[in-house]
């Protein structure tokens, strides 16, 4: 096990984490040992989030030095891996042996249970974030004691166990729902009014298995992109060349201005496997911009059109410091914590400029606007609100709050941003 006084950031280096100690375990009884004799432990996946939620004064654990799991229950159509592995190996393993996960994030380049406890999600009306494909978890909790649980054995804690913003221990492995692959096509279609998004929502989010609709608020027009499985009606072809009123693109496409277009998945309808498609970026080259910062807010997918005329209305305000921004949307799941838990919901995504200096109060007029609308802040990103004050979006926060004290009574795997979210009235 590698255990040092370095210092750690995050993927964008706009966190630099306090920890006293970093630590690699390569053994699951080395990863038992750092939590048995650790006061506060926290830990920290592929560094994809932008805030202080894996912060730590204490020790701060990285698990993708554990030894590698990657199990099939063909049976059960499922797929026990490692906590620690990137989204797009699991991926590529899967499609080797026949087998999909029903969505992915834009990134594959980050961590399974990483992405899992903060409620990440990829886009689809009908596809839900990428918790609902949990089935178990294997934890190391407090004083180093494993737990599993399942959500067939453990109905009532389970909604709770896995968007748990690593509350409740360490996580080594995670199950996995798994269904047949297939392929998918990818359309870009540019120059789209906002007006015909708003008019049409529905019918736009529901053209493809995965729907994108990029702006920068700034104008009038948006960029979609629309991932089509070609199992489903019309093959993966594209639906008209002026499909709500604007063309497709005419070469490969960056959803943010400046990048080269081949860091992106393959488009102008060339069918290719589901891992390769879904994502916005390729597994082999670096994402995004990286020199970013990056906030998003859910809201209930019945006030997409009022939360896009307050977008628009703050366009000018945002342009100084906007990269690009996205509309997705998700299905309802049962996770406590999950951004759209109990509804379907529509995202509103935000890669920033990084000068969060300047950033924030912007955020800060937006979330003004979008939290009487029912926003939820993603957990892994900026906002300008403390974490009591997003957690009060959730219904279920006294039952994740309840179950955190039940498995972790001395709050061993709290922190700052925790003890925020989670003290009592």
């Not at 589901?274 to 990056?294: C, I, K, M, N």
Request: proline content about 7%; overall charge negative.
């Amino acid at each position: 096990m590698t255990s040092t006084g370095a210092v750690a950031r995050n993927w964008a280096g706009n966190v630099t984490f306090g920890a006293a100690r970093l630590h690699h375990p390569e053994t699951v009884d080395e990863l038992r040992r750092v939590v048995a004799e650790g006061r506060r432990v926290r830990v920290l996946g592929s560094g994809h989030s932008f805030n202080l939620i894996a912060d730590t004064d204490g020790d701060l654990v990285r698990v993708n030095a554990l030894p590698r799991v990657f199990e099939m229950d063909e049976d059960a159509s499922t797929v026990t891996v490692s906590a620690g592995t990137l989204y797009g190996e699991v991926a590529a393993a899967l499609h080797a042996r026949g087998r999909a996960l029903g969505n992915m994030a834009s990134l594959p380049h980050i961590s399974v249970y990483g992405s899992v406890a903060t409620g990440t999600h990829g886009s689809g009306s009908r596809q839900p974030g990428l918790a609902d494909a949990v089935t178990a978890v294997r934890i190391i909790g407090p004083g180093g004691e494993p737990l599993e649980l399942s959500r067939e054995r453990d109905p009532d804690r389970f909604p709770g166990a896995v968007v748990n913003l690593g509350a409740l221990g360490v996580v080594t492995e995670v199950t996995l729902r798994t269904e047949p692959a297939f392929e998918v096509a990818q359309w870009v279609q540019v120059d789209v009014p906002l007006t015909t998004v708003v008019e049409h929502f529905d019918e736009v989010f529901a053209t493809a298995r995965s729907v994108s609709v990029f702006t920068d608020w700034s104008g009038a027009m948006g960029t979609v992109v629309l991932k089509m499985s070609t199992d489903e009606p019309g093959g993966g072809a594209h639906p008209g060349t002026d499909w709500m009123g604007g063309r497709p693109a005419d070469e490969p496409w960056h959803p943010v201005p400046g990048m080269p277009a081949e860091h992106c998945t393959v488009q102008n309808g060339v069918p290719g496997p589901w891992h390769e498609r879904l994502p916005h970026f390729r597994a082999e080259f670096t994402p995004s911009r990286g020199d970013e910062v990056q906030s998003e807010l859910f809201l209930p997918r019945n006030e997409a059109a009022a939360a896009i005329a307050h977008l628009r209305e703050l366009g000018p305000r945002m342009a100084p410091v906007l990269l690009v921004s996205e509309i997705r949307t998700i299905a309802a799941d049962t996770q406590w914590l999950s951004p759209s838990g109990g509804r379907d919901t529509v995202a509103f995504h935000f890669t920033w400029r990084k000068d969060p200096g300047a950033v924030l109060p912007v955020i800060a007029e937006m979330e003004d606007r979008l939290m009487p609308l029912g926003a939820r802040a993603h957990w892994g990103k900026l906002s300008s609100r403390r974490p009591s004050e997003l957690g009060a979006a959730y219904d279920r926060l006294p039952d994740f709050r309840r179950l955190v004290t039940d498995h972790d009574p001395d709050g061993v795997f709290r922190n700052a941003y925790l003890d925020d979210l989670l003290a009592e009235d």
